[in-house]
């Protein structure tokens, strides 16, 4: 079997030892490469057009073209909200409204405006209920940087006198803003305010093609949660990205204050039932497939890439799960010994999805993995399949009306969601 | 019902009577039947059938039956025919064991006192009580400092005390079990594998079982289905028999915590809500150098732990009042070889009238005691519940692992139990490890004594211990610490040192335990 070339422009040891740990051969990302682990800044440069790059059949990188439509807190949020406008027009069942003119089904980000852009919109919802508080957010940074917490207008008119924000030059994604509403409830354990990482792998958005990883975990605050406004600028009680938390004096290095979400769904399960705790995790799966569906138009499906999303949700107190944001590159440096052991698997299963295992790789390849090689991933959503399923299933309602059986479930299919 | 139970003959119906008289439903039996009794209309020839009538009114009939099926349980776990008066006979060398070491424990106690110039006991001040309770919820960050305690002592301290014990010039009598190559030599006699298959039936290979991860199968969700149907009926019959049969083979996670509760006969009302919070009460008022040990213990297992660390604080608000918990004291009196420290009050030293149990408890931590809570965590998130099944496995099964006894549920008779074992079953494995100087006990003990919390994930603890209270028996903790060893044979075989099988012993997180145990008991 040839061994395969690969390039990488992050020293990670997870990334580093599973190429080495295949045979595969290092090349630099100029040359051929079958593989390429690249950053978000080089994946601009190589699907410019001056680069005047073409990827061969051969080749598979890690990221879409154009991914900040999900990725970038400010587009995700407007893509949402585009999606659900067309399904409201197109009357979908999906875009139902309750009598408060909230979405029943697709209400899964925090109220959100832009800044400066929806700046009076901003304030005339502020005004509505002045007594909640805001979260602000930098649309171009991450691992926490730059966020802040609002509870008065005044704050607001501070920051946008000490920015450099001008009203004569349209502000880059690094001075533009969002500003959410803050869930002040957060599910608390152990009186601590947690959030969700998961990752999720997506091989195709057209059709849709997407898997979500069982070893995800919750990185937890080292200080107890307080609501109270003295408390909003203690970033250790508000923001559970573990850049931050490390900082803290309370900060564990042996845990790293994560817990991985098969131990959530354990305590979940033991304290409060399977059905409540199935239906948080159905509704985690849920929101996860439609902030990809609310993106699959104007993501260019580009045959050579796939993508491994760090996913941020926060649960409220009602078991409500909440999508923050996603991320291109989540962390791939190890805090634990078990962060470095799920983290090495999550590359790992990976690469077997995209290039199957003992397969050459091949852009043209039918994206449908076999069970045996999923790793710990499960198969959240397939399109293809999905439609498939319908086409059987239409199928063999009429032949059963025709011969008066019932189709008998089969069980060794794979299946097209994680339901 | 149990095979135990046709043991017991007359004598065993009036101690089950007396034991009857101390509990609740007697009183209320009592008064029921005086009223009956009162009655105008009422007529003596009639006495039977109303007395069977008030028995079968209002689920009575289930409480006694849970409460007479608990006293067996208990008595039953000892299967001993030897009274425990004859137990803490002081020429029993067992006996004289223990009480050295716990007179050992004592000593280092009184030492870390003085060398660290604090009481053993000491009340605190008004404005310190109020400081306390403010932060009764938050001990982990607003605790105490405690960075010059150190634990008293490790299940390793625990071990070589064990292992002392061959000293005693003693050869078996019955060759059942001999224990040939181990390090435990005392005479008691443990099941044989064919007897455990026999008691561990509901687990074997041909039955559906809960908790066992397969792949996603559509007979396995049916399964999976029908016993939480079935768990739900045997819950509401309230019966603590079912809830055992049933558990047997397993409970679901969902309905674990109901399960246990009623295998334990645990049903919290109003007085054991004021009894916790005397006992809260109690730790508010006074100090004892007890607590900063499990401080000192749980900063050191679980807060590092990646199952337990978010539980921190439960673990605080379980283990400082279960110090100060008398009923436990009760316990280990009657039922265990163990004589717990005394103690004076201060200025009165010598005069029995203010000899006082140190702790009230009587229950003084090793390093790791606080294992014994944690994954009960993932069952319950009301501390009051939490206290009240802790207690109970506690006074049922965990004090056995660290009283030395010759109970064949305890730590003794389950180490040579695991030895026995490993040594007919294994015996390869056995006597390579041995030649290389690695006792395997050595490196099993800690498993036992912990029930082997805090060594596997935290779900399969919780699978584990199902089948502790579901047969009522330890002994499925050498079963399982024999499975072990057999599941990584392969490389036990290779090493050559000691540290080397301690290397490949020394995560099982990846652990399945009901596979292993079903391999240990029914693959041979
Ligand atoms: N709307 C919100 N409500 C509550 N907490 C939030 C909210 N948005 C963000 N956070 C907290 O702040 C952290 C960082 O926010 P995030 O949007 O993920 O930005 P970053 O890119 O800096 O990670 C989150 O992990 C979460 O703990
Ligand atoms: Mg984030």
Redesign the interface.
């Known amino acids: 079997m040839a061994k395969l070339r690969y390039a990488c422009d992050q020293d990670k040891s997870v990334l580093m030892n599973n190429f080495e740990a295949r045979g595969w051969i290092q090349v630099n990302p100029e040359d051929d490469f079958n593989f390429y682990w690249a950053n978000v800044q080089n994946i601009r440069n190589i699907f410019s057009i001056e680069s005047g790059y073409r990827l061969s059949d051969d080749q598979f990188i890690n990221h879409f073209p154009n991914h900040m439509e999900l990725t970038r807190k400010d587009l995700m949020v407007k893509n949402i909200k585009r999606y659900r406008k067309d399904l409201e027009k197109e009357g979908s069942p999906l875009a139902e409204k309750d009598e408060n003119g909230r979405f029943v089904h697709l209400d899964f980000i925090p109220q959100t405006f832009m800044l400066p852009s929806d700046y009076n919109l901003f304030v005339e919802e502020f005004r509505k209920n002045p007594n909640t508080t805001w979260i602000m957010k930098p649309c171009g940074k991450a691992r926490g940087i730059g966020i802040f917490l609002v509870n008065k207008l005044s704050q607001l008119k501070k920051w946008s006198r000490d920015g450099k924000t001008n009203v004569f030059t349209p502000p880059t994604a690094k001075e533009t803003y969002v500003i959410s509403k803050y869930i002040d409830n957060p599910l608390l354990?152990?009186?601590?305010k947690f959030d969700l990482r998961l990752y999720v792998l997506v091989t195709s958005f057209k059709p849709l093609k997407c898997y979500m990883y069982k070893l995800g975990f919750c990185r937890?605050c080292t200080?107890?949660y307080n609501a109270n406004v003295n408390e909003l600028d203690n970033m250790f009680v508000h923001l559970t990205n573990v850049s931050i938390q490390k900082q803290g004096e309370?900060y564990?290095s042996?845990?790293g204050?994560?817990?991985?979400v098969?131990?959530l769904r354990?305590?979940l399960?033991?304290?409060r039932?399977?059905?409540i705790?199935d239906k948080l995790f159905d509704e985690i799966n849920w929101l996860t497939v439609h902030s990809l569906k609310a993106v699959s138009g104007c993501i260019s499906n580009d045959r050579h890439c796939f993508e491994c999303y760090g996913y941020d949700i926060i649960i409220d107190d009602n078991l409500k799960p909440w999508l923050i944001e996603v991320n291109a590159s989540p962390s791939l440096t190890a805090t634990?010994s078990?962060d470095r052991i799920m983290k090495y698997k999550l590359i790992s299963d990976v690469i077997n999805i995209v290039i199957p295992p003992g397969e050459l790789p091949d852009v043209r390849w039918s994206r449908i993995p076999a069970k045996e090689n999923l790793g710990s991933f499960d198969i959240l959503y397939d399109e293809e399949l999905a439609q498939a399923d319908i086409l059987t299933q239409e199928i063999k309602s009429r032949v059963g009306q025709a011969t008066g059986t019932r189709g008998a479930?089969d069980?060794k299919r794979t299946t097209s969601t994680w339901k | 019902m149990n095979d135990d139970c046709f043991m017991y003959g007359n004598d065993h119906q009036v101690q089950v009577l007396q034991a009857m008289k101390t509990m609740e439903l007697y009183a209320d039996l009592m008064e029921t039947a005086q009223k009956e009794v009162n009655k105008s209309n009422f007529k003596l020839t009639d006495l039977q059938t109303s007395i069977e009538l008030m028995f079968n009114d209002k689920g009575r009939n289930g409480t006694l039956k849970n409460a007479i099926y608990k006293y067996i349980c208990i008595h039953a776990a000892k299967h001993s025919e030897v009274p425990i008066d004859h137990l803490k006979d002081p020429i029993s060398y067992v006996f004289k064991a223990q009480q050295s070491w716990e007179k050992k424990i004592m000593k280092s106690l009184n030492s870390m006192c003085t060398e660290l110039n604090v009481p053993l006991a000491r009340q605190r001040t008004e404005k310190e009580q109020k400081e306390f309770s403010q932060m009764w919820t938050a001990l982990g960050a607003d605790g105490p400092d405690f960075s010059q305690i150190r634990p008293v002592y490790a299940p390793k301290d625990f071990l070589e005390v064990v292992t002392s014990l061959n000293n005693v010039n003693y050869r078996s009598a019955n060759n059942n079990g001999f224990n040939l190559w181990g390090i435990i030599q005392i005479p008691l006699k443990n099941r044989t594998m064919d007897e455990l298959r026999i008691q561990f039936n509901e687990m074997s290979i041909n039955q559906w079982q809960s908790g066992m991860d397969d792949e996603q199968d559509i007979f396995q969700e049916i399964f999976h289905d029908d016993r939480i149907k079935l768990g739900q009926k045997v819950i509401a019959s309230k019966l603590a028999p079912l809830a055992c049969e049933f558990t047997k083979k397993g409970s679901s996670i969902s309905l674990r915590g109901d399960l246990w509760c009623q295998m334990l006969g645990i049903k919290i009302d109003d007085v054991d809500v004021l009894y916790y919070e005397k006992l809260k009460s109690n730790v508010l008022q006074h100090e004892l150098l007890i607590d900063n040990l499990l401080y000192k213990d749980v900063k050191l297992t679980a807060t590092n732990d990646d199952h337990y660390f978010v539980f921190e604080d439960f673990l605080y608000q379980v283990l400082l009042p279960f110090s100060r918990d008398t009923v436990v004291l009760r316990n280990l009196l009657e039922n265990s070889t163990a004589t717990p420290a005394r103690s004076f009050i201060r200025g009165k030293v010598g005069m029995e009238h203010f000899e006082v149990y140190y702790p009230p408890s009587g229950v003084i931590p090793f390093h790791g005691f606080a294992m014994y809570v944690s994954p009960l965590c993932y069952l319950y998130k009301e501390p009051i519940k939490l206290y009240y099944v802790f207690r109970e496995l506690y006074m049922c099964y965990f004090f056995r692992l660290h009283v030395l006894s010759t109970d064949p549920q305890g730590i003794l008779s389950l180490s040579q139990l695991f030895e026995t074992l490993l040594q007919t079953h294994e015996a390869e494995l056995f006597y390579h490890l041995k030649s290389v100087n690695c006792q395997p006990l050595k490196i099993a003990f800690k498993w036992l004594m912990r029930a082997f919390s805090g060594f596997l994930a935290s779900d399969q603890v919780l699978i584990l211990w199902d089948r502790i209270l579901a047969f009522n028996s330890l002994e499925i903790l050498s079963v399982l610490a024999v499975a072990i060893f057999t599941f990584r044979k392969t490389n036990l075989m290779k090493v050559q040192t000691y540290s080397a099988a301690e290397g490949v012993l020394a995560d099982l997180t990846t652990l399945q335990v009901l596979p292993l145990i079903q391999l240990s008991l029914f693959c041979k």
């Open positions: 354990i152990g009186g601590k937890f200080v107890k309370d564990n042996i845990h204050g994560k817990w991985t098969q131990n354990l305590f399960e033991g304290t039932g399977k059905e705790a634990t078990s479930r069980s």
